[in-house]
């Protein structure tokens, strides 16, 4: 009698190059092995990928963090899907910690693209059949992708570590513009605490010069919390805790999601005088300056979790309780 076939799919779990750490954290606390991949970079740039064992039939995790250069990741990584739907993967789903592009997802101004909504269309093209992403910059851009899309929270591990490092009784959660006030109306929400913004009025007769940082809330004598979900060259949150010691802040701290920490940001952090800056690992923090009070939390056993779930079939959205 001829075997009859399994359906069952199977776990996979592949890494691109990017930052083949993150994708190992999640490997080990998941008890599964990576999958050998043979990748390299052809002498004019072009990228090559192919794995080392038979894929058909596997329920595919690609997990990818967006660093610098980000093109080329990208690429890398469609490059993987790719490869994957065209050895016959069940299901594709792409792991993006921090999504690329994910800032350019609105027109300001006409004849802009909106490159966040091309980046998701660039992974259903490829082949993925679902997505997941930590923390992204806008909720819109879940409704970019035809498919599933996991929105995994980094507050619940930045928020735990701060309840157990500080007295969140004489705290106050600061969001750094406006653009940011509903993430730290969460936070305030989960620390219980109050709340205060802090609004740039620009200066019109110099480009890109803000000539006013106007505090909105009480933070005198403080410990003040600045959160965002990302910091890249550090401009606008070291701006905003400058304004808080200028206004009384016993104790400026800083958490958030993704560190980008591009050119300048390193120097920019160390001259405002944090008491600590607080993000997780979405990305490698390749800094050439050392950051002063840094600290770094895993955001491996969130990712390990929600791929697990998603495997299972089961609730991603239970993995934060009433944060999500």
């Known amino acids: 009698m001829p075997q009859i076939a399994n359906n069952n799919k199977h776990l996979m779990l592949f890494s691109g190059r990017a930052y083949p750490e993150l994708a190992t954290e999640v490997a080990r606390l998941m008890d599964v092995d990576l999958v050998p991949t043979r990748a390299l970079s052809y002498a004019n740039s072009e990228i090559y990928v192919r794995f080392e064992e038979s894929v058909r039939g596997c329920d595919a995790f690609v997990i990818q963090s967006h660093t610098a250069p980000v093109n080329e990741w990208l690429m890398e990584q469609l490059i993987m899907v790719d490869a994957l739907k065209r050895a016959s993967a069940k299901r594709i789903t792409v792991v993006a910690p921090f999504y690329p592009y994910a800032r350019q997802d609105k027109k300001h101004l006409g004849r802009e693209p909106i490159s966040a909504r091309l980046v998701a269309d660039l992974y259903k093209a490829a082949g993925a ?5 930590v923390d992204l910059h806008a909720a819109q851009i879940q409704g970019f992708f035809d498919g599933p899309v996991d929105h995994l929270w980094g507050l619940p591990v930045l928020s735990d570590y ?6 969140v009784s004489n705290m106050c959660v ?4 406006a653009g940011r006030v509903r993430l730290a109306d969460m936070w305030t929400d989960e620390l219980g605490t109050s709340l205060a913004i802090v609004h740039k009025r620009r200066d019109h007769d110099k480009a890109n010069t803000v000539a006013v940082h106007e505090v909105v809330g009480d933070v005198e004598g403080k410990v003040c919390l600045l959160v965002d979900d990302m910091i ?8 905003a805790a400058q304004a808080l010691h200028e206004r009384g802040a016993s104790k400026v701290i800083a958490a958030a999601t993704h560190p980008i920490f591009s050119g300048p940001a390193a120097q920019r952090l ?10 997780t690992n979405t990305l490698p923090t390749r800094t050439n300056t050392p950051i002063e009070n840094l600290t770094t939390l895993s955001i491996a056993p969130l990712i390990a979790k929600a791929i697990n779930a998603v495997f299972l079939d089961g609730s991603v959205t239970s993995l934060f309780g009433g944060v999500a």
Not at 129 to 133: G, L, N, P, W
Not at 270 to 279: D, G, L, P
């Open 270 to 279: 160390n001259a405002a005088n944090f008491a600590e800056v607080i993000v």
């Open 174 to 177: 600061v969001s750094p513009d």
């Open 129 to 133: 059949d679902r997505i997941m992403s």
């Open 162 to 167: 701060v309840k157990k490092n500080y007295d």
């Open 232 to 239: 890249d060259t550090a401009g606008t949150i070291a701006q």
